[in-house]
């Protein structure tokens, strides 16, 4: 099957802890500015985690949606609030932004040629009401619409009905690598010319049932906020969780072109590798990234001196960082390549299957408006890191590629390789 050119991206949601629309997590961007805050999961809680990066305007703590509270500038039906878990409510609004920003209303999705890829773990808050009712009743009850939103298909169920989509739609699973194998495989769809267009979403509730257990693995931070979440530093010690959405639109450039769409970037290429080595742990030396990483060089006919900024996967743990930190060091280190490397977790906290969405739409943001991101709450770096390139401030820069990491249980990992383009 023949190969058409690397596609590109054209349209950008976002509904994250540093901003609710583009503008807004570009300003975050510039100003560093954290979104992270002082925060309980629980009532009475008796965890020692104390910080997340908290989604503001929007209040979908109760599992009631008639209660929940969104922005005005978001009019959602009735039947449709009632069949969405509360990341699913975040997907909707990001993904309106991204057909939006796209030049695109929301029916001019429904083509064949147009499909939709969706990435998250499902509502543990829904499985866990849902199912602790039908224990309650001994099975008596049971809200109808209990599997179509709780399950991981949740946003495929809900957002291929909402945009009417005819072409090919898919949910992944890879953890935190997931979004990112999400955006990787629609432009394959769209480089093997099997589509034209793809919307790409990513999503995570923000409550204890999603975040909370994490604790048990002593993954996260037990930091006050906003310094919780330190990626690369000495005194790191766990993630800040988040939760949210993010949407990209990803399109033949002869779609795009034809219509008069101005891209954000080009998805230029890919590469994935697992380790093989741990349940959960990333590989000591980072050898499956950097396999990954090596990949995606490969797919995008590129050299290591050829990518002017990493946005890495780094998300303020101690075994995670130096993983990652050796990696890209041996890849890089060897052609002579010394690439500003930074982790916006620093700002935004860990947004889990969300998180390779999130990072690549904020690499097309930075790639777009020419800004290499720096490392928020960098006080100290750790030695084992100190081999990287790591910039405490952000900075203007002449930037062509990015590239953008991203590392799940089980090993795996995707790195993303975007470039500007030009209309």
């Given at each position: 099957m023949s190969r058409v050119?690397?596609?590109?991206?054209?349209?950008?949601?976002?509904?994250?802890?540093?901003?609710?629309?583009?503008?807004?997590?570009?300003?975050?961007?510039?100003?560093?500015?954290s979104g992270i805050e002082p925060h309980r999961f629980l009532e009475d809680d008796r965890s020692q985690v104390r910080a997340a990066g908290t989604i503001k305007e929007f209040d979908l703590s109760?599992?009631?949606?008639?209660?929940?509270?969104?922005?005005?500038?978001?009019?959602?039906s009735r039947k449709v609030l009632r069949s969405l878990p509360p990341?699913?409510?975040?997907?909707?609004?990001?993904?309106?932004?991204?057909?939006?920003?796209a030049g695109l209303k929301p029916d001019g999705l429904s083509d064949p040629r147009i499909g939709l890829h969706c990435a998250s773990a499902g509502s543990t808050l829904f499985v866990h009401r849902f199912l602790e009712e039908m224990?309650?009743?001994?099975?008596?009850?049971?809200?109808?619409?209990?599997?179509?939103?709780?399950?991981?298909?949740?946003?495929?169920?809900?957002?291929?009905?909402?945009?009417?989509?005819?072409?090919?739609?898919?949910?992944?699973?890879?953890?935190?690598?997931?979004?990112?194998?999400?955006?990787?495989?629609?432009?394959?769809?769209?480089?093997?010319?099997?589509?034209?267009?793809?919307?790409?979403?990513?999503a995570e509730d923000l409550n204890a049932e999603t975040l909370l257990p994490f604790a048990a693995l002593r993954a996260l931070s037990h930091r006050e906020a906003p310094g919780a979440s330190r990626p690369f530093?000495?005194?790191?010690?766990?993630?800040?969780?988040?939760?949210?959405?993010?949407?990209?639109?990803?399109?033949?450039?002869e779609r795009a072109r034809k219509r008069g769409a101005r891209p954000y970037a080009a998805l230029r290429g890919w590469g994935q590798a697992s380790d093989g080595s741990d349940v959960a742990a990333s590989h000591p030396e980072g050898r499956g990234l950097a396999r990954a990483i090596r990949n995606a060089l490969d797919d995008a006919a590129l050299r290591p001196g050829d990518i002017a900024y990493i946005n890495a996967h780094a998300t303020s743990t101690q075994v995670g960082d130096t993983?990652?930190?050796?990696?890209?060091?041996?890849?890089?280190e060897p052609a002579g390549s010394t690439p500003p490397v930074s982790s916006t977790k620093g700002i935004t906290g860990h947004a889990l299957s969300l998180?390779?969405?999130?990072?690549?739409?904020?690499?097309?943001?930075?790639?777009?408006?020419?800004?290499v991101p720096g490392n928020k709450n960098l006080d100290e770096i750790d030695p084992e890191c100190a081999c990287l390139n790591l910039p405490t401030s952000g900075y203007r820069a002449d930037l062509h590629t990015i590239l953008s990491n991203s590392s799940g249980f089980g090993g795996s990992n995707v790195a993303l390789i975007l470039e500007r383009a030009d209309p």
């Open positions: 050119p690397p596609p590109w991206i054209t349209g950008l949601g976002f509904v994250t802890s540093i901003g609710n629309d583009r503008e807004t997590v570009l300003h975050s961007l510039f100003m560093n500015r109760d599992p009631n949606w008639a209660t929940w509270t969104l922005p005005n500038r978001y009019t959602l990341h699913g409510v975040y997907a909707l609004c990001a993904a309106l932004e991204a057909v939006e920003s224990y309650r009743t001994r099975g008596r009850r049971g809200d109808p619409l209990g599997v179509s939103k709780t399950i991981s298909g949740t946003l495929n169920f809900n957002l291929g009905a909402y945009f009417k989509i005819q072409g090919a739609n898919l949910g992944f699973s890879s953890a935190c690598a997931s979004s990112s194998h999400a955006l990787a495989y629609a432009s394959e769809e769209i480089r093997t010319g099997r589509q034209d267009a793809l919307l790409v979403v990513g530093d000495l005194q790191r010690d766990g993630f800040v969780g988040t939760g949210g959405a993010t949407a990209i639109l990803l399109e033949s450039r993983s990652e930190a050796r990696g890209i060091h041996s890849v890089f998180s390779g969405a999130l990072e690549a739409a904020i690499s097309a943001l930075c790639l777009h408006h020419q800004w």
